[in-house]
């Protein structure tokens, strides 16, 4: 048992010049409340400083925290109307904020002003106040008030109490058509020089991203630029805000006035998109508690939140809480299920509070049972238990320790904070530093320097050297090329099919090889390649992998590429000479851990000792002694056990002297070792491997990978009460506990106390101890926090080390990632950054990576294809335009750029199409050859829209399906199948996840479809970005339910984006087929009619209400209206009959078919004669055979032949190949008797018939050998 006092050293904070100058603006605030503010609303927010709330933003224990006190939104009406909202606000001067306040109400109207107040305890200079205001804190100085003349407010809304409309931050002019701000007013702070960068040791550089040293910064006195030291974390009194302030705009018509300026707007964007979904998830969860979860309702709800246990892994801490789901109406499918997936930001409140003034912010680390949340009864898991989950807290002071106390959780539906965290931390290192490359981010007249003629060297002047694989260029992949290798910033435009993936693989060549030609002189640094998708990424790696492009090195844990994952950094890691081990952190880190078991053992075990009780203060030297002098028993053990004093309870003396048992027996019974639970985890001994790389979050279904466990100590929390039972109720309520503690600080000599009422003194002392284990429990994390912190720098240093000597080229990673693993990245120096798919990549994602060395960065992608994604719409539109990209924005803004125009995937009738979208597209001359692009067998065209009017239906997880058009395409899959196409040639898509679903289930019931191939490509539009395939069916699912309300013009939701029309247009190469309500999708909406009305167009006479279908056999041409109609055409022809024969004559009684070699499976009686004389007994498709027995070889007469039966005929043994043969195809056709027909037609019938017709043509062989040379044989 540790030394609890020692453990618990008070860490206070340091205190700030201003803090008399804080008290002061406080205390004139709480003074004047009920004349600025009227009377708060019962259950609202408190204005006074909340410790834990300080304990979240502080870095480091003695460090000065990063903001202190809550921060609030102030709501000034009129004396006596107001009231008071808590919002979270960025640290900084209270000189705006105050004044303000002071001149907030013009004269004849009176309106509401929000701004943020905040304590000043930022350092000197924070508040500039005259030294007169200090004097009297009774009333305003003058001095302040004529300060704060002209001064604007943050928001501004007249009375009738509306939220304020959208506006920048203070003091920032709108977005829209107002003035720009003064430039006096404008963010002054310039980042440090690239040079200073530089200079810093890497262990320095790593140790600024891992412990978040841009928090603990003072960058200026400006509170606009306070952002920059806010921890990434939601703080607990945002989430409990009335509402949330909307961010400042994203301007998209000219340049940012400043680097600060330009990333704080990115900031401020990505915190309200991670703090307000999960605010209005809180807000109506307070609103009505006792909901239940609904589609409409804004987060998922747990309940029964207990602590199981705490797990201590290299990561840090975290707490196992089971829960349930009891305000679900249907169960949880945790296979598929998206909820509670690594990275998910949650809130719990205890049952007791319900988020009326209590709230703690935490993050999922994994989920328990492999990922799979509840448990596995194959592996030996209770089926009973409650699903688990691991949780990081935000603020170790507040991690759930005690698993008495019950507590709700609650998750937003939209969302997901582990993408954006990262992004927000990047964006702050960002702005610490300069580079080379802002000037083309703020300067206008950055683009006259690009637009100069590319020359032979790179910014570096190092020589550029061109592949030789550059000769297959054409003229704008050339010119594509020239300016990726020669110029800081290039942006290339890649239509459809015009092979941007090439141009980028031979320009990560080009940068490749132009490092390794250059002289000792030059830098030498990895190659980076991002690209927002996992999917993405791993193309572009897999091809430099097969054209062996330098040495390459995966970042992250979600790779699907085989190849690829050979060389993430786990792997390299693991394999490389050059690993070194940190043992003296590992040791630091172990003892940490004893320390931390020792603790939770205390807090566990049911024997509490008198020892520990003094040491904690719970009870005075003179209560101790009295235990001691009324416990001879224990003294006798401890000398016959020659076992320490201190470790054996006096407490169950005293507590069982009321009792019949012997003490002397009560107190053996409760002796350390006896009753200790034992723990059942124990420390992995694993090496210092990069768990980040193993269980890396992603947002969606949880992957069921017990490599996505986090490995450590785990360290149940299952507290005993057997010594004396727990009393009813809640442990700190009833009356029970105020008598226990009367009777404790009343009764110096403990042995006084009646012994009816020792067992609830016994509980309260041992609850009093627990609290002060868990005190002592935090306390050790924090130090664990430290500690694993220092182990992920070492470990960061050491894959520096490892990335040098293994001569690394090219870094691969997404654009999360470039956040992620920033410090790394940042230390290596990188010179040249390539971003793949750039258009798809937020902004913020890309401006938070530009590192300080970095000289060249392309940016490769499609602006009229699929934009970033957004979780909340508002923030996609005007004045935020999240879903602009740097890309989009720079091109717009008239940066130069190159478009590839030549395409080489689709049919030229296809990309006419797609023309209407990029009129410079053409043709390369593969394409026009039909040999590389065949036509689609059994169609009248290669480009269709099928129209109808089946009405769609609201699915789950708020998406859409349509049933009958979901079997209409499914049969047209079957009927293309019946015209030989290869099942992995074909791919449906549409823009429903519901959709998709429901096309997969339709295809598992056709039995043909089923077995001919196991993996049907079914996708969404957005997730086949970047992938082509033969065939494209488009299902568009949207059509309206009340075909009498077809011209009520309901919405067709994304269908109708433009970016999604071009990438579902563009993935055929030889064939198109669209299924939908082209009426509908035309008439819902103006800006679906832009986006459909030329697509309609550009198909011409190639649509209607039918599908077109041409006999290969007949050349008959065929339509199909209805879903059972293509029952009629089963076999993949027309309606005619076949009427062709078979090899012995015989016509073909079934209907038109597709498969000639079904007339080589004639079951009719075999007409033949044999040599023998006799008819053969076999079907026409079997080998014949004498039906009598006759063996003697046999010469094949023709058909109809007439033959004298032999006289004596001469019956040979039959040879041992020929018996062989014999059984082999007996074994084949009993094989196909007992399969189904849909079976034999899907994987059977034409292996059936080549193995049939090879093993009769063997037969056949034998008989002539047999005939032509036979020799005298023995007669049978």
């Given at each position: ?25 406080q205390?004139?605030?709480s ?31 003695g460090?000065?925290p990063?903001m ?26 209270v ?11 013009p004269?004849g ?20 106040m ?16 004529n300060?704060?003349k002209?001064?604007?407010?943050l ?11 959208p506006?920048p931050?203070?003091?920032t002019?709108?977005?829209d ?15 440090a020089?690239?040079a200073?960068?530089f200079r810093?040791?890497?262990l ?25 030291s ?10 409990m805000?009335?509402?949330t ?12 006035d ?15 998109e ?9 807000a ?6 006792r909901?239940?979860?609904g589609?409409r309702?804004?987060g ?9 246990g ?12 089971s829960?349930a789901?009891?305000r ?9 299920s ?11 409140s205890?049952r007791?509070?319900y988020?009326r003034s ?18 596995i ?8 238990d ?23 959780m609650?998750?937003?539906k ?17 702005a610490?530093y ?12 950055a ?8 020359s032979a ?30 110029q800081?910033?290039?942006i ?9 993936t ?18 000792p002189g ?15 990424l ?18 992250g844990?979600?790779?699907r ?9 786990f792997?390299i890691?693991?394999?490389s000479?050059?690993r ?7 040791a630091?880190w172990k ?9 939770v ?11 520990e009780?003094?040491e ?11 235990l ?14 020659r076992?320490?004093?201190?470790k ?8 069982y ?13 409760m002796?350390?070792?006896?009753s200790r ?7 992995d ?13 992603i947002r ?9 466990q ?10 005993h009460?057997?010594?004396?039972p ?12 105020q008598?226990?503690r ?42 664990l926090?430290?500690?694993c ?13 490892i990335?040098?000597?293994e ?8 654009t ?20 793949e798919e ?16 970095l000289?060249?960065l ?6 009229q294809?699929l ?9 996609g ?12 924005r ?42 590389n ?15 109808h009017?089946?009405?769609e ?8 399906t ?7 395409i ?11 196409i290869?099942?992995?040639k074909v ?8 959709q998709?679903?429901l096309i ?12 001919l191939y196991?993996?049907?490509?079914v ?7 970047g992938?082509e395939?033969d065939?494209i ?5 949207r ?9 009520g ?14 990438v579902?247009m ?14 509908h999708i035309?008439g ?25 279908l041409t ?8 339509t199909v209206r ?5 029952d ?7 309606l005619?009959?076949?009427?062709e024969?078979?090899?012995?004559g ?5 209907k ?7 007339h080589?499976h004639?079951m009719?009686p075999?007409?033949?004669?044999l040599?023998?004389?006799h008819?053969?007994?076999?079907k026409c498709?079997e ?5 009598r ?9 023709p058909?109809?032949?007439t033959?004298?039966?032999?006289t004596?005929?001469r ?24 399969a189904t ?21 063997q037969?056949r ?8 040379g ?5 007669l049978?």
């Amino acid at each position: 048992m540790p030394n609890l006092s020692k453990l618990l050293k008070r860490r206070e904070p340091a205190m700030s010049a201003d803090t008399n100058l804080s008290s002061f603006v406080q205390g004139w605030l709480s003074r004047n409340d009920h004349h600025v503010h009227g009377h708060p609303e019962p259950g609202s927010v408190s204005h006074a400083p909340n410790p834990e709330d300080q304990g979240q933003s502080s870095r480091q224990p003695g460090r000065e925290p990063a903001m202190q006190g809550e921060q609030d939104l102030i709501n000034l009406n009129a004396p006596g109307d107001g009231q008071r909202v808590a919002s979270p606000a960025p640290a900084g001067l209270v000189e705006f904020q105050l004044l303000s306040l002071l001149d907030a109400q013009p004269s004849g109207q009176a309106w509401q002003v929000y701004t943020p107040l905040l304590p000043l305890n930022r350092g000197e200079g924070t508040l500039h106040m005259d030294s007169e205001a200090l004097q009297d804190d009774t009333s305003v100085p003058q001095s302040a008030l004529n300060k704060g003349k002209g001064k604007e407010p943050l928001y501004a809304a007249p009375e009738n109490g509306n939220r304020p409309e959208p506006g920048p931050s203070p003091p920032t002019s709108p977005e829209d058509g107002g003035p720009r701000m003064p430039v006096h007013e404008r963010l002054s702070y310039v980042p440090a020089p690239a040079a200073d960068f530089f200079r810093l040791d890497t262990l320095v550089k790593l140790s600024m991203h891992v412990r978040n040293g841009q928090l603990d910064q003072q960058f200026s006195d400006d509170y606009r630029e306070a952002w920059r030291s806010t921890p990434e974390m939601v703080l607990p009194s945002a989430l409990m805000a009335s509402y949330t302030p909307l961010p400042p705009g994203n301007r998209l018509d000219t340049f940012p006035d400043s680097k600060v300026e330009y990333l704080k707007v990115h900031y401020e964007l990505c915190r309200y998109e991670v703090t307000e979904p999960l605010r209005e998830a809180v807000a109506e969860f307070r609103y009505d508690r006792r909901m239940m979860e609904g589609e409409r309702s804004k987060g998922y709800i747990y309940t029964q939140v207990q602590v199981t246990g705490i797990l201590l892994s290299k990561q840090g801490a975290c707490s196992r809480i089971s829960f349930a789901t009891e305000r679900v109406h249907t169960p949880v499918d945790w296979r598929e299920s998206d909820r509670l997936t690594p990275g998910t930001l949650v809130v719990l409140s205890p049952r007791w509070d319900y988020f009326r003034s209590k709230c703690i912010v935490a993050t999922v680390a994994t989920r328990s049972f492999n990922g799979r949340a509840v448990p596995i009864v194959e592996e030996g898991d209770n089926p009973f238990d409650l699903p688990r989950v691991e949780l990081f807290f935000a603020n170790t002071s507040e991690i759930v320790i005690d698993p008495i106390e019950e507590f709700v959780m609650l998750e937003a539906k939209v969302g997901y904070f582990e993408n954006v965290r990262h992004t927000m931390l990047g964006l702050q290192h960002a702005a610490m530093y300069q580079t080379p490359l802002d000037q083309f981010i703020l300067d206008p007249t950055a683009s006259a320097r690009l637009s100069a003629a590319a020359s032979a060297t790179n910014p570096a002047g190092d020589t550029v050297v061109v592949p030789q694989v550059a000769e297959r260029f054409d003229q704008s992949q050339r010119e594509a090329f020239d300016v990726m290798s020669t110029q800081a910033l290039s942006i290339v435009q890649g239509p459809p099919g015009t092979g941007k993936t090439f141009t980028s693989l031979v320009a990560i060549r080009g940068f490749v090889e132009t490092q390794n030609a250059a002289g000792p002189g030059s830098r030498r640094a990895p190659i980076i390649i991002s690209a927002q998708t996992n999917h993405a990424l791993d193309q572009i790696l897999d091809l430099c992998l097969k054209h062996n492009i330098g040495k390459i090195l995966r970042l992250g844990g979600q790779s699907r590429s085989e190849s690829v994952s050979h060389h993430s950094l786990f792997n390299i890691r693991s394999k490389s000479r050059y690993r070194r081990q940190d043992y003296r952190g590992l040791a630091a880190w172990k003892q940490i851990y004893g320390t931390i078991e020792e603790l939770v053992e205390t807090y566990t075990r049911d024997l509490v000792g008198a020892q520990e009780l003094l040491e904690a203060n719970i009870i005075s030297p003179e209560q101790y002694q009295s235990l001691v002098n009324g416990s001879p028993a224990a003294a006798q053990i401890a000398k016959d056990e020659r076992t320490d004093p201190k470790k054996i309870s006096l407490v169950i003396g005293w507590l069982y002297s009321f009792s019949n048992q012997d003490p002397e027996e009560g107190i053996r019974a409760m002796l350390p070792g006896t009753s200790r639970k034992p723990i059942i985890g124990r420390l992995d001994n694993t090496p210092d491997d990069d768990l980040d790389e193993e269980g890396q979050a992603i947002r969606g279904k949880a992957p069921d990978d017990a490599a996505f466990q986090l490995r450590g100590l785990y360290l149940p929390l299952d507290p005993h009460h057997t010594v004396a039972p727990a009393p009813l109720g809640c442990r700190r309520t009833g009356r029970w506990w105020q008598e226990a503690r009367a009777l404790v600080k009343g009764t110096p000599d403990l042995n006084r106390i009646h012994a009816k009422a020792r067992p609830l003194v016994y509980y309260y002392l041992k609850t009093r101890l627990r609290d002060y284990t868990i005190k002592a429990i935090r306390e050790q994390l924090q130090v664990l926090k430290e500690a694993c912190e220092t182990l992920k720098i070492h470990q960061l240093a050491n894959t520096i080390h490892i990335i040098e000597n293994e001569g690394i080229d090219i870094i691969g990673c997404t654009t999360t990632g470039l956040s992620k693993y920033r410090g790394m990245l940042a230390a290596l120096l990188p010179r040249v950054m390539l971003i793949e798919e750039a258009a798809e990549a937020r902004e913020a994602s890309i401006a938070a990576a530009m590192f300080p060395s970095l000289e060249q960065l392309a940016l490769v992608g499609d602006h009229q294809q699929l934009a970033p994604q957004v979780d909340i719409p508002l923030l996609g539109a005007a004045p935020y335009n999240l879903k602009v990209s740097m890309f989009e924005r720079l091109v717009k803004l008239g940066l130069p750029y190159k478009t590839l125009q030549v395409q080489r995937r689709m049919i030229p009738r296809i990309r006419e199409v797609v023309q209407t979208f990029y009129p410079m597209l053409r043709d390369h001359w593969t394409v026009k050859d039909f040999r590389n692009r065949l036509p689609v067998p059994g169609m009248g065209s290669d480009l269709w829209w099928f129209q109808h009017q089946w009405p769609e239906t609201w699915g789950k997880k708020m998406s859409y399906t349509n049933f009958k058009e979901a079997q209409m395409i499914v049969g047209f899959i079957h009927y293309l199948m019946m015209q030989d196409i290869e099942p992995p040639k074909v791919t449906v898509l549409t823009y429903y996840s519901a959709q998709v679903k429901l096309i997969k289930q339709q295809i598992h019931h056709d039995d043909m479809l089923r077995f001919l191939y196991p993996a049907w490509s079914v996708r969404t539009v957005d997730g086949f970005q970047g992938e082509e395939n033969d065939i494209i069916i488009l299902s568009m699912v949207r059509s309206p339910s009340d075909l009498m309300g077809a011209n009520g013009r309901a919405t067709v939701g994304f269908v109708e984006d433009e970016n999604r029309a071009v990438v579902a247009m563009s993935r055929a190469r030889r064939g198109l087929y669209v299924f939908g309500n082209a009426r509908h999708i035309l008439g819902s909406s103006q800006k679906s009619y832009e986006t459909w009305q030329k697509v309609f167009n550009a198909f011409g006479t190639q649509t209607g209400d039918y599908i077109p279908l041409t006999c290969r056999t007949h050349g008959n041409n065929t339509t199909v209206r209805t879903v059972i109609e293509w029952d009629d055409l089963h076999y993949g022809g027309c309606l005619e009959p076949c009427n062709e024969e078979c090899p012995k004559g015989h016509k073909c009684s079934m209907k038109c078919h597709t498969n000639d070699r079904v007339h080589r499976h004639c079951m009719k009686p075999c007409p033949r004669i044999l040599p023998c004389g006799h008819l053969c007994g076999k079907k026409c498709s079997e080998l014949c055979r004498c039906p009598r027995g006759c063996v003697q070889p046999a010469r094949v007469l023709p058909l109809a032949a007439t033959v004298e039966p032999a006289t004596a005929p001469r019956r040979l043994r039959p040879g041992p190949s020929d018996e062989g043969g014999q059984i082999a195809l007996a074994a084949l056709q009993r094989q196909m008797a007992n399969a189904t027909s849909d079976e034999i037609l899907a994987f059977g019938y034409r292996n059936f018939l080549q193995q049939e017709e090879r093993l009769m043509e063997q037969a056949r062989a034998q008989a002539r050998r047999a005939e032509e040379g036979r020799e005298e044989g023995d007669l049978i």
